[in-house]
């Protein structure tokens, strides 16, 4: 009964692919929140404030479920560089995943302006109105998404790896597809 799974367990699987396509949407959206100054720039922010809230309700709940499952072990012959690059990257996404709403949700009160999730439901204000602070959560909020967009980057080049080269059962372990 001690035996190491395989596989990751079916809710950490759903919620990490749930989540890997809403985090690469987020990133799009984000995209062109910046790139547009026309009528879809509203459109977008509408899109982008609840899934954001989506996003840090959704890691939480998948940070409950890693503590509370078993995840499958790294192989053996990894480098030791690699365990470590592998365990700091899964740090990082999640600290990214919790950081990033919290920084949007803040700067958005910084702004003075409603945290709307629909046209009837306001979250409360994180900080009061406050030019200066709106300013460097902005711009905090900008350059963690850049690293977040560099690190899911690096996180697909490593499954990739993991699947196509050394073919060692890493990637299988979160897909629940056989060897």
């Known amino acids: 009964m001690n035996a190491q799974p395989r596989y990751f367990a079916p809710l950490a699987r759903l919620l990490h692919w749930l989540m890997a ?33 989506a996003i840090l309700a959704l890691v939480i709940v998948r940070l409950v479920v890693r503590f509370s499952t078993r995840q499958p072990p790294l192989p053996t012959d990894l480098p030791l560089w ?68 560099l690190t899911v980057l690096l996180h697909l080049a490593a499954a990739l790896f993991h699947g196509l080269i050394r073919r060692d059962g890493v990637l299988q372990s979160m897909t629940g597809t056989k060897d």
């Open 82 to 149: 690699q365990v470590l690059a592998a365990k700091a990257s899964h740090w990082m996404l999640y600290g990214l995943m919790l950081v990033l709403p919290l920084l949007g949700w803040a700067m958005i009160s910084a702004a003075g302006d409603p945290v709307m999730l629909s046209s009837s439901l306001q979250l409360p204000a994180l900080v009061p109105a406050n030019a200066q602070l709106f300013a460097v959560l902005r711009k905090a909020h900008g350059l963690l998404a850049y690293l977040l967009f």
């Open 21 to 53: 396509l809403m985090v690469i949407a987020m990133l799009f959206i984000g995209a062109g929140m910046a790139a547009s100054v026309s009528e879809r720039h509203e459109w977008l922010i509408h899109l982008h404030k609840p899934l954001g809230i």
